[in-house]
């Protein structure tokens, strides 16, 4: 079994800063992809940003150049750094994890989500 936990959401003005963490512990040979995920009211969940186990990144164009996604794979943790944040950046985020089981197989896991709100 695996673990994803979220932290780092919260109330923020616009124009602010948030780091949100996402730590994986449990049974982990290899962990690929991780990225972050939101789900503002009313709509469907979207990508934000994911990052490969070699540090290739990847970011929905709304927060390219504004928001950062890193990894620190001894510790199983990937990190979003939200940089000039905006009302509309207002969701929960989920942190999502591709682990790969001494087997060869693969799972995608969830964590269970962080609330970030943007005042305007």
């Known amino acids: 079994q695996v673990q994803l936990v979220e932290s780092g959401g919260g109330l923020v003005q616009a124009g602010g800063s948030l780091r949100l963490s996402c730590a994986a512990s449990?049974?982990?040979?290899?962990?690929?992809?991780m990225g972050w995920y939101r789900q503002a009211p009313g709509k469907q969940r979207e990508l934000v940003a994911t990052?490969?186990?070699?540090?290739?990144?990847n970011y929905r164009d709304s927060v390219k150049g504004r928001w950062t996604i890193s990894r620190d794979n001894a510790k199983n943790t990937v990190y979003l750094q939200m940089n000039s944040l905006k009302p509309e950046d207002t969701a929960l985020y989920y942190c999502?994890?591709?682990?790969?089981?001494?087997?060869?197989?693969?799972?995608?896991?969830w964590g269970k989500g962080t609330l970030v709100t943007v005042s305007s």
């Open positions: 990052i490969g186990s070699g540090g290739r990144t």
């Open positions: 999502n994890a591709r682990v790969v089981a001494g087997s060869g197989t693969w799972m995608d896991y």
């Open positions: 449990g049974r982990i040979f290899r962990l690929n992809d």
